[in-house]
């Protein structure tokens, strides 16, 4: 620790850390552009210059992002050379800058707008014609607006430091320069959307959220990323009940300040997938919508009959990786009890391409985000035991969480399942699997569902609703909650929080968890290290 | 419980009733001679003051295209969330963004003109055109089309409240070749 003294203030802060960060710790607020903490400072800004004492008695100016804390530093925050200083360099930002915040995605969150409201001078002293680049389509999701860029370089660094692309680059000289690609090789990496994050300005922009809503109309949801076991934390951005906007939320543990173009845009896929808008049941060979109350007595009374007929091991339960914690730890506890079968299965993902960035960030092979907390309910992590079962007749029936907006079966597995008795699933479209159900119950998609999931590190992280469920979708939970009411046993609540604490008395590694522990940043299951290093 | 109330006895230029017919004539006959207070509306059309705050509509520039740029900044003004507006990108070279749909409910307003007065481009602007009228609650909520039409019927109407307002607003930025500014004065409006 270092005490450092700010305008003639003792305060008691960290040693080593950075004046911005060790001032916004304080509640002080250092005005700057360039410097952002997921990236290394740069000090081209000018608008965190502080004055800060060199030598006894004298005062000099320094940028406070490169500034590190040592014992007995001095520094002025609000003396006339720093305050006319900010004013200064805000004149100067301004000067080429178009003033077209009406039109602007970025107004409302815009630092040039703050610091120009708190530090500027309210009007222009520039006669002169204002330069008016044209804008840049500089990759697949990305558009420069040149006219506003006050060239940070914030999104430059980021692509040398964080995905080592170093796609981006400034050109020309002086008051010419401009962000710019490299002749034919466009801004086209992993993880290219998260300049437009970094941009404090409405320079860069993603091509998905361009010419939207003002962004003060939206609610914030923070919620997970469903695109893989890395189980980037995020923060949805959701008006009217649809999704604009999905952006990385700050958890050092997993995904730091980032996350990959891939899970930023997949929402995408889910709210406008065909979704399954009421139960289905077959009759006579072909799938029909039905109320919930037929769907659930077809649903009991095929369960009762494969039970009845070939015994209480009959009945299998597939988890899915792609449900909550708590939705797989009551389909397990349904099999236990309701089915008195232990044979259980998880339906996995087939793997995909793993990734990891220059910084560490990392991209999961598995491409579901719960596959290990679903292994951790079912106490199974793959689909063998299940299809052994089917392959020797133990098993005629199966219930299978579904989920998957990509779902495809694999043939053998389509093939086993084509065998049995009597299938029950929760699916949210008409996927092959659930086209070979006898009862078809519409879940929800993970923007919509409350509870907890665990990433592939272990990490045990919460998952809020963005929006209802659509349509006549219900939550798994509540559907598997009546079923089990329905079977004759005691399934306790459904809501998910309770659900969590009786999982931390009965599983193993989440003993004393709860939705406070978990908080918004996770927590360890069974108090592990994690188990992988952590993105940048 | 029961007052009793006696009955005055009446005289009999009272029991007459005549001198109060009579009083009441006279009084008739007088305001024949009187200055009218009523118009015969809608053949007599009433001249409204400059500024008076009617039906809204949607400025069009000298291209005759659209000014509203979408901003929503008149939604954000409006004390009775009124007003809906959709961007949409547009191909025109001096800007970004146009209104897709742009509503205004006016069951719902209450004309005080904030939008107006919120406007960055003025391009929403309040006119004397005060025949509301509808025979169902869907035709009171008015469209793009509906407050770019009353642009058109309104086109030549002086005393606009977005023309009083920008009569009295301060002038955007200083003149050319002004003197180096003070300190700024409070609650001084002005851009960059």
Redesign the interface.
């Known amino acids: 620790m270092a005490t450092i003294t700010i305008d003639d203030r003792q305060y008691t802060v960290e040693e080593g850390r950075n004046l911005i960060d060790a001032a916004a710790d304080l509640g002080i607020d250092i005005p700057h552009f360039c410097y952002h903490p997921g990236l290394a400072p740069d000090g081209n800004c000018r608008m965190c210059l502080t004055e800060m004492e060199i030598r006894p008695g004298q005062f000099g100016i320094v940028t406070s992002c490169t500034i590190r804390i040592k014992d007995g530093m001095n520094f002025r925050f609000n003396s006339p050379a720093v305050l006319d200083n900010r004013k200064g360099i805000m004149e100067f930002l301004?000067i080429n800058?178009p003033?077209?915040?009406?039109?602007c995605d970025q107004?409302g969150e815009c630092k040039l707008q703050d610091h120009?409201f708190d530090h500027?001078?309210?009007?222009?002293?520039?006669?002169e014609t204002k330069r008016v680049p044209p804008k840049k389509d500089l990759g697949p999701h990305i558009t420069l607006y040149t006219t506003r860029c006050i060239l940070c370089q914030r999104c430059t660094r980021f692509c040398d430091e964080i995905t080592g692309t170093s796609e981006l680059g400034v050109v020309q000289m002086g008051s010419k320069s401009e962000i710019a690609t490299f002749e034919g090789v466009p801004l086209d990496n992993k993880m290219s959307a998260n300049v437009a994050d970094i941009c404090p300005v409405g320079a860069l922009v993603t091509k998905d959220f361009?010419?939207?809503?003002?962004i003060?109309h939206y609610e914030k949801v923070n919620t997970l990323c469903p695109g893989c076991a890395t189980g980037c934390n995020t923060t949805l951005e959701v008006l009217h009940q649809k999704i604009y906007r999905t952006r990385p939320r700050h958890n050092e543990a997993v995904n730091g300040h980032w996350m990959c173009d891939e899970g930023r845009f997949c929402y995408h896929d889910w709210q406008d997938a065909d979704r399954l808008q009421s139960p289905l049941k077959r009759v006579d060979g072909e799938l029909r919508q039905v109320t919930w109350p037929d769907a659930m007595d077809a649903a009991v009374s095929g369960i009762r009959s494969v039970l009845d007929g070939e015994g209480d091991s009959a009945m299998g339960v597939v988890g899915s990786s792609m449900a909550t914690n708590e939705e797989n730890y009551l389909l397990s506890k349904l099999g236990k009890e309701a089915f008195g079968s232990s044979t259980t299965g998880l339906n996995r993902k087939p793997d995909g391409e793993a990734w990891t960035s220059k910084s560490g960030f990392r991209i999961a092979a598995d491409k579901a985000p719960n596959s290990r907390g679903a292994g951790d309910m079912l106490g199974a992590d793959s689909l063998d035991d299940i299809l052994r079962g089917i392959g020797d007749g133990t098993i005629r029936g199966l219930y299978v969480l579904g989920g998957d907006i990509g779902q495809t079966l694999p043939p053998e597995v389509a093939e086993a399942f084509g065998k049995l008795d009597f299938l029950v699933v929760h699916d949210v479209r008409l996927s092959d699997l659930a086209d070979l159900a006898d009862v078809v119950f519409p879940g929800a998609i993970p923007f919509e569902k409350n509870g907890t999931m665990t990433n592939a590190q272990g990490r045990v992280q919460r998952l809020n609703p963005a929006f209802p469920q659509a349509g006549g979708a219900r939550e798994d939970g509540a559907i598997l909650g009546y079923v089990g009411q329905r079977m004759g046993i005691e399934m306790g609540g459904t809501d998910p929080a309770e659900i969590l604490e009786e999982i931390s008395g009965r599983v193993e590694g989440y003993g004393g968890l709860t939705y406070d522990l978990v908080g918004d940043q996770g927590v360890m299951k069974g108090g592990e290290e994690p188990s992988e290093a952590a993105g940048g | 419980m029961a007052i009793v109330v006696e009955a005055r006895k009446m005289t009999l230029a009272e029991r007459l009733y005549l001198p109060a017919v009579i009083k009441g004539m006279l009084l008739t006959l007088a305001h024949l001679f009187k200055k009218k207070v009523t118009m015969q509306y809608p053949e007599v059309q009433k001249i409204l003051p400059p500024g008076y705050r009617g039906a809204h509509r949607l400025n069009k520039d000298e291209q005759d295209r659209i000014k509203c740029?979408?901003?929503?900044?008149c939604a954000?003004a409006c004390p009775a969330d009124c007003i809906t507006i959709?961007?949409?990108?547009t191909e025109w070279s001096d800007?970004?963004?146009i209104p897709r749909t742009f509503q205004i409910d006016m069951l719902r307003c209450i004309f005080c003109g904030m939008c107006v007065e919120a406007c960055?481009?003025d391009a929403i602007d309040m006119t004397d055109n005060i025949e509301l009228v509808a025979t169902t609650r869907e035709e009171m909520i008015w469209d793009r089309e509906r407050l770019l039409k009353n642009f058109d019927e309104t086109r030549d109407q002086q005393g606009t409240l977005g023309q009083v307002l920008r009569k009295s607003r301060k002038p955007f930025?200083?003149p050319?070749?002004?003197q180096?500014?003070g300190p700024?004065s409070p609650g001084?409006s002005?851009?960059?």
Request: aromatic share 8%; net charge positive.
């Open positions: 301004l800058h003033l077209d915040c009406p039109w107004a120009s500027g001078r309210g009007h222009s002293r520039f006669v361009l010419y939207k809503p003002r003060w | 740029v979408a901003c929503e900044m954000v959709e961007g949409m990108e800007r970004e963004k960055p481009e930025t200083r050319r070749g002004d180096l500014p700024p001084g002005g851009g960059h």
